[in-house]
């Protein structure tokens, strides 16, 4: 540009009457370029107040109801444009079977995404977009199919079948049931059910059962007895619970399961002798039970008769008011019951009660 200081006076005037500039009182510029609508023919730079232009709506708009596509360059140089008076038009709503379109305008540039409900599978465009397609707009694919995810046919096994029908299609959610021939039993899950980990390809949700002879040994526990499962035969499943004679302690697990391999799972159980048992395990606290008080909760002493051995399982504590202290355990205070076992022993479970501080 010109600096100011080396132009001579005078020329400024002039300036101004040679160059329609921008804004020039009386014309207005261009008219604004609309994204939804555009003007026939030569834009000019400078329009006189006054001047009224058409627009006409871009490929894939339409003009809005009640707007109007005219244009006036107004008194003060600016044109007079009413917002967005052309609008998109519109495609066809899309409907998905077994799945979703989501659509959140299905005006012209709108995109639509669809998705398959849970079990389908999307055969297709996963999105699609409304476009010019003629003189109007139209989605630019087609709507995907949602198709049930299918699984292979059900596996087959010896010794056995499965209630699936022949010629059957099988799809996610379709579920068989297994059957074993008679006197086999039936290894693992009888009912497998058709489902998908990529939710595109369908798979069983197990491997088909087993189908096989079971048989367990008869089961014995030494000075044990069967309190369930009384057999006469064992086979896979079958359960039996065990409980020691008077006296005798059980070491492991009382309920035993006959299993796949013909053996009983965890292994059966053992009846350990009676010991005596000398340790004191009474209460460790004193509740603040005064002198005197009479010990309802009692010391309690097993006695156990059991063919000529006698244990006496005993623990001694009573409170005070210095808290527990061992009783002196006087066999004339024993209040004795006796009961008779179902193993015919004779048990008696005596109650000792304490007397106070001493
Ligand atoms: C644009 O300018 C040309 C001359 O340059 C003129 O003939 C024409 O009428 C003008 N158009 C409008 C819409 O004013
Ligand atoms: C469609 O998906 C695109 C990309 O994942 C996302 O930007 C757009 O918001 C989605 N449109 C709708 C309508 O859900
Ligand atoms: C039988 O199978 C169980 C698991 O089910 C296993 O722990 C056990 O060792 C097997 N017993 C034999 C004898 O194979």
């Not at 006076?9 to 160059?19: D, K, R």
């Not at 579920?175 to 998908?196: N, R």
């Amino acid at each position: 540009m010109v600096s100011g200081p080396r132009c001579p006076p005078g020329l400024w005037g002039l300036l101004a009457l040679l160059l329609p500039l921008p804004g020039a009182r009386g014309t207005c510029d261009s008219p604004p370029r609309l994204h939804f609508a555009e003007l026939p023919g030569v834009v000019n730079n400078s329009y006189p107040v006054g001047t009224k232009l058409k627009y006409s709506c871009r490929p894939g708009y339409i003009l809005s109801s009640g707007k109007s596509p005219f244009v006036t360059c107004l008194e003060n140089s600016k044109w007079s444009v009413e917002a967005e008076f052309c609008e998109g038009r519109r495609c066809k709503p899309l409907e998905l079977e077994n799945g979703r379109a989501d659509i959140t305008d299905l005006r012209f540039g709108a995109r639509a995404n669809f998705s398959c409900d849970e079990g389908y599978r999307l055969i297709g465009q996963t999105s699609a977009q409304c476009v010019i397609v003629g003189n109007g707009v139209d989605w630019d694919t087609e709507v995907p199919l949602c198709q049930a995810i299918p699984c292979r046919p059900p596996p087959d096994i010896t010794q056995g079948s499965h209630n699936g029908q022949s010629g059957e299609e099988f799809s996610f959610g379709s579920a068989v049931t297994y059957k074993c021939d008679p006197g086999l039993s039936l290894i693992g899950e009888a009912s497998i059910h058709c489902t998908t980990k990529d939710h595109f390809n369908g798979e069983w949700s197990g491997p088909a059962p087993e189908c096989k002879v079971v048989k367990c040994p008869e089961p014995e526990v030494k000075n044990g007895r069967k309190q369930s499962g009384f057999g006469p035969d064992y086979s896979y499943g079958n359960a039996v619970i065990f409980a020691c004679d008077s006296g005798y302690t059980l070491h492991g697990s009382s309920s035993v399961r006959c299993e796949a391999n013909n053996s009983w799972i965890p292994s059966l159980p053992t009846c350990l002798e009676p010991t005596l048992n000398t340790t004191p395990n009474g209460p460790k606290e004193s509740p603040g039970l005064n002198t005197g008080t009479v010990i309802a909760i009692g010391v309690v002493i097993g006695l156990f008769v059991a063919g000529g051995f006698v244990a006496i399982v005993t623990y001694k504590a009573c409170f005070g008011k210095k808290g527990p202290y061992e009783a002196n355990q006087r066999f004339s205070d024993l209040q004795e019951r006796g009961k008779k076992t179902n193993s015919g022993l004779e048990r008696k479970d005596a109650y000792h009660s304490c007397s106070a501080d001493s």
